[in-house]
């Protein structure tokens, strides 16, 4: 086997009842992954970045052998998926459903035990691992407290906790930050950072750009059930090299960004809604020679510009670029 974990063709397709008044009911089929290929060396902290639907955590459940996958096959740790799923159980630190993977009853430290236990750890072990844990994410105030009494942050980090409960060589972490504040999500990036500095392999899924920017060595982008770029961040970006990227502030209908994405010398355009501004990104190889042209399409369509900033690209800039969307769409399968 190479690398750490090696996915080949890899499809999940999900059939689900979906619901026809009162007794009629009809089965749907989703298909969440379409023949993934993907090879994670040993030591890196690979990012999934996608938006909500993408199929990221799909990918993770497959990998951690609690989902069957339709299709293809995988290899982690060295041990092939569906034949040596113990193994690979054995030798993964999870951290999948969040808080809700916790008993609430218990308190952190005995969750963690209590996990330990799970992974046969010997009582000694356990109990210095949980230790440990505690100490690193600087739980101690709260360790001997029942989880139902944290806050969700607080649970959020003992679930993140307990996936290096079995000391494993490679953490699989579905959007650890989620739900945490700002200066609580770096602190668990910091640590994740640290962990891979150590020798880690980490697979980080996220929807959020800057996350995937900051922390990732590669990153993979995933959009409906496909990964459609792969690379270093600073070669994601170098993929868009020749455009240059221009975001426009105000209040723009969708009908003002369809006829932007229209124009002559414009790549790309889409729009997203942040803290109730629209902001259109627009794509464009010849950005001075566009923007009159912008100008008079957006005012054409009644919008009202607020500000017109050139930036630097971003990853979400690749993922428009490649789907026409922003991060923030959500592309669940409804
Ligand atoms: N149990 C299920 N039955 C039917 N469809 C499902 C099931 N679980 C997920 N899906 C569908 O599969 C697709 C991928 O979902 P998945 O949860 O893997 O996405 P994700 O990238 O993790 O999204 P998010 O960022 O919202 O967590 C979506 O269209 C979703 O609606
Ligand atoms: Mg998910």
Not at 55 to 83: F, M
Not at 93 to 120: D, I, P, Q, T, V
Not at 216 to 236: H, M, N, Q
Request: with cysteine.
């Amino acid at each position: 086997m190479q690398g750490q974990v090696r996915i080949e063709n890899l499809g999940k397709t999900y059939h689900a009842r979906q619901r026809r008044g009162l007794f009629k009911s009809s089965e749907s089929r989703v298909e969440a992954l379409k023949g993934i290929h993907l090879a994670i060396q040993p030591g890196e902290l690979f990012g999934l970045l996608g938006p909500n639907g993408a199929g990221k955590t799909t990918l993770i459940k497959c990998l951690t052998t609690l989902l069957l996958p339709t299709s293809g096959a995988a290899w982690v740790n060295g041990y092939r998926l569906t034949e040596q799923d113990n193994l690979i159980r054995a030798t993964v630190g999870c951290m999948l459903m969040g808080e809700r993977g916790l008993y609430w009853k218990l308190s952190g430290r005995e969750n963690l035990e209590f996990f330990g236990a799970l992974y046969h750890l010997m009582p000694a072990t356990r109990r210095r691992r949980a230790a440990e844990i505690i100490d690193l994410l600087e739980l101690g105030e709260i360790a001997e407290r029942a989880v139902e009494t944290y806050s969700s942050g607080q649970k959020m980090k003992l679930a993140f906790g307990k996936a290096l409960i079995n000391d494993a060589p490679l953490l699989i972490l579905d959007e650890p930050t989620n739900t945490l504040d700002l200066p609580s999500a770096r602190e668990l990036r910091a640590v994740v950072g640290a962990l891979n500095e150590r020798g880690k392999t980490v697979i980080y899924t996220t929807h959020i750009m800057s996350e995937a920017e900051t922390l990732c060595d590669r990153v993979a982008i995933v959009d409906r059930g496909e990964v459609l770029a792969l690379g270093s961040v600073p070669e994601l970006k170098a993929s868009l090299k020749r455009e240059a990227v221009t975001r426009i502030e105000g209040i723009i209908s969708n009908a003002a960004a369809r006829a932007v994405e229209g124009l002559p010398g414009v790549s790309r355009a889409a729009l997203a809604a942040v803290n109730g501004h629209n902001t259109l990104t627009v794509m464009s190889p010849e950005p001075r020679a566009v923007l009159p042209r912008l100008i008079e399409a957006l005012t054409a369509h009644q919008a009202v510009v607020q500000k017109i900033v050139p930036e630097e690209v971003t990853l979400e800039d690749v993922f428009i670029a490649r789907t026409g969307r922003t991060l923030a769409d959500d592309t669940r399968v409804k």
